[in-house]
Nanobody, 124 residues
Framework: QVQLVESGGGLVQAGGSLRLSCAAS????????MAWFRQAPGKEREIVAT????????YYTNAVKSRFSISRDNAKNTVHLQMNSLKPEDTAVYYC?????????????????WGQGTQVTVSS
């Protein structure tokens, strides 16, 4: 079992920045690929970014490329999402997720563990 707790969400003006954090506890953090998903009101949950268990490879959905950056610190059992140049369309609940499988996991079903989510609101 892995427990995930997100933090760092809030209200920011368009063009601003936020840094989300996800703290993991339970089994060895470095066993898991990590991801950030988001869900806007009335929309399905979607992948934002992923990072492999050793931090060597990352993936970003096209909508956030060059603006967001995912990173992890296996010594501190944390994963972060640095979000710059935020847009109103980035408004959503952001979820941290962990998976023990291998390969590129882009769908929700690939992830075994989820946090409770943190709200990000970007005003225009």
């Amino acid at each position: 079992q892995v427990q995930l707790v997100e933090s760092g969400g809030g209200l920011v003006q368009a063009g601003g920045s936020l840094r989300l954090s996800c703290a993991a506890s339970g089994r060895t953090f470095s066993y898991y690929d990590m991801a950030w998903f988001r869900q806007a009101p009335g929309k399905e949950r979607e992948i934002v970014a992923t990072i492999t268990r050793d931090g060597g490879r990352t993936y970003y959905t096209n909508a956030v490329k060059s603006r967001f950056s995912i990173s992890r610190d296996n010594a501190k059992n944390t994963v972060h999402l640095q979000m710059n140049s935020l847009k109103p369309e980035d408004t959503a609940v952001y979820y941290c997720a962990a998976r023990s499988g291998y390969g590129l996991g882009l769908g929700q079903s690939a992830y075994n563990y989820w946090g409770q989510g943190t709200q990000v609101t970007v005003s225009s």
